[in-house]
């Protein structure tokens, strides 16, 4: 189905022809483009508030900057719908994030236009450093070099230390604050409240805008918009603010607070930053959702609803007629409330995702047990382990890829202390359409090398949940890494029971040929059992549950029994015949999808055994 778009915007290629219209059209324009947006994600799905919220913005900077010369970073990426469709990929956006589509994030081998790929938050005034400081050291003093990062990922450390570097370089780059005050869920911390203080005074906020009017009028006369400035503003801004300026402290040129929708008067600033040298800040409120009321008014769910019914707001859902499957996530949240009602030593710990990760339904239970510490994965881990050296039990519960980030305090403060810290990994394997950036693909390889942590993976939920329980005895860090999606177990709360550290399973007996799994993909194996019977074969199934510690005495047993074993491990080790991610980036895509293209899917499991077994018997059964 493809979306027509409107009257100005089917004439809008690139950002040259934005440059075309006149100042009194780019209001249309905007609605244009958001209703362009409204209209596909309800179609075919993906993020939406974050990007109806940027609308005014990017048209605005695509029409005062010189892009893709000018260098222009959009933080996470989720709000950059509405520049992929100012930069050549309007015709192609009903592919957004299908496999082999264009991906949901800015990507450099999609676009000249995205100067930067992303996908993990509060990198982005990084990189327009970088970049800026190239340009500087290059002699190119034109070029600009915009950072476009919401309040939510300015809680990172990363975007604290890219600020401190700035603030000393004597860059050319602009910093935009797209402050909603939200993240995926509400924004937490001083940071939010710092932020709420200045866009809340009033007084601040009417001398401000005197001191812009008279900015434009001074500049009309010649006189140097930097002296202007560098003279007045400052001393408005201590006077005014019960505190004195954060962003100025860090030497950076604070601008704003600034109306986020109301596109001309952004075109207007953003021109006079253009002659103002150095590196600024520019402070624009914005709502997430912008346009379009149900997603203003619960931000959170309509952060990525899926496919809906732009007119009512009705979200689509399948309606299952037969009893479902919960999701893991879930059963983590509920497992952990019921851990926590029987040990008050347990609490639980997120870095800004209590609605992806389910720990919110922790922090209903227990709000003085929960702590949501904002984007910061690498404080999340350390401050559980200060948790942990007080006797508590934390459950830090971070996704696998955003994991990465938190490494070295894995190895630092948690394993090489020794310190009973549960790490729950949620996402852990593909994570579907959202792509390469956010794939919990490394996470095996990365922990197993760690000394003194346990790694497991569940098979199903109740396996998480035996595993939850089995962690929050264990006197030692633990490490739960399980999927996106749906388990297999509609009848998932059974009684809990320890697992044993490092002991394996046996699913199924059988002589001919052994598959070994770990986690959830086992359940492909189990799919493909009335197939090994119509070939005549007695396969054996084992679930290794860890990889670390292995389950030495049930690998002895296997290769004792087998000279034909297959692992199906997502990469783990190599055992006669492995089955998991190959050496390359794997794309976006739904899982099955991504499964099926690196062969350890149903069909691929059977096909390696056929295989292992010399059979050619596609006349017998259809994979």
Known sequence: MQIEPGKL??????????????????????????Q?????????????????????????????????DDQLIWDVGHQAYGHKILTGRRNDFHTN?????????????????????????????SAALGMAMASKYKGDTKRQH????????????????????????????????NDNCMSIDPNVGALKDYLTDITTSHTYNKVKDEVWHLLGKISKFGFSAQDVVSKVEGAIKSALLKQSNLFESLNLRYFGPVDGHDVNHLVEVLNDLKDIPGPKILHCITVKGKGFAPA???????????????????????????????????VFGHTLVELAEKNDKIVGVTPAMPSGSSMNIMMKAFPDRSFDVGIAEQHAVTFS????????????????????????????????????????????????????????????????CVPNLVVSAPMNEEELRNLMFSGAEHQAPYAIRYPRGQGVMPDWKKPLRKIPTGQ??????????????????????????????SLGLSVAHYDMRFVKPLDESLLHEVFGKFDKVITV?????????????????????????LHHECGFDASGILQTVKDMMNLNVEDKIKI
């Not at 915007?9 to 958001?34: A, F, T």
């Not at 991906?103 to 938050?121: I, L």
């Not at 549960?422 to 950036?437: E, K, S």
């Not at 491990?569 to 999808?593: F, M, S, T």
């Open 385 to 448: 382990a200060g948790l942990s050296t007080q006797g508590l039990v934390p459950f830090c519960n971070i996704y696998s890829t955003f994991m990465q980030r938190a490494y070295d305090q894995v190895i630092h403060d948690v394993c090489l202390q020794d310190l009973p810290v549960v790490l729950c990994l949620d996402r852990a394997g593909f994570a579907g359409a959202d792509g390469p950036t956010h794939h919990g693909a490394y996470d095996l390889a990365y922990l197993r």
């Open 9 to 34: 915007l089917r004439g809008i290629h690139y950002p040259e022809d934005l440059k075309n219209l006149s100042k009194d059209q780019l209001v249309q324009i905007c609605d244009e483009l958001r």
């Open 146 to 177: 915009v950072a476009v990062i919401g309040d939510g990922a300015m809680t990172g450390g990363m975007a604290f230390e890219a600020m401190n570097h700035a603030g000393v370089s004597d860059s050319n780059m602009v910093i935009i604050l």
């Open 504 to 533: 394996g399973r046996i699913i199924t007996e059988g002589k001919d040929i052994a598959i070994l799994s770990i986690g959830h993909i086992g359940n492909y194996v189990l799919d493909n059992a009335e197939k090994f019977e």
């Open 569 to 593: 491990d997502h990469g783990y080790q190599a055992r006669i015949k492995r089955l998991g991610i190959p050496d390359k980036v794997i794309e976006h895509g739904e899982q099955i999808e």
């Open 296 to 330: 203003e008014k619960d931000q959170t769910k309509w952060h990525a609803p899926g496919k809906f019914d732009k007119i009512t707001g009705e979200i689509a859902k399948k309606i299952p007629t037969t009893p479902q499957a919960p999701k893991y996530q879930d």
């Open 36 to 68: 362009f947006i409204i209209d596909h994600v309800s179609v075919y799905g993906g993020h939406f508030g974050a990007g109806l919220g940027v609308v005014e913005l990017t048209v605005a900077l695509h029409y005062v900057l010189n892009t893709p």
């Open 97 to 125: 994030r299908l496999y082999k589509g264009l991906s949901g994030f800015p990507k450099r081998k999609e676009s000249p236009f995205d100067s930067f790929g992303v996908g993990h938050s509060s990198t982005s005034i």
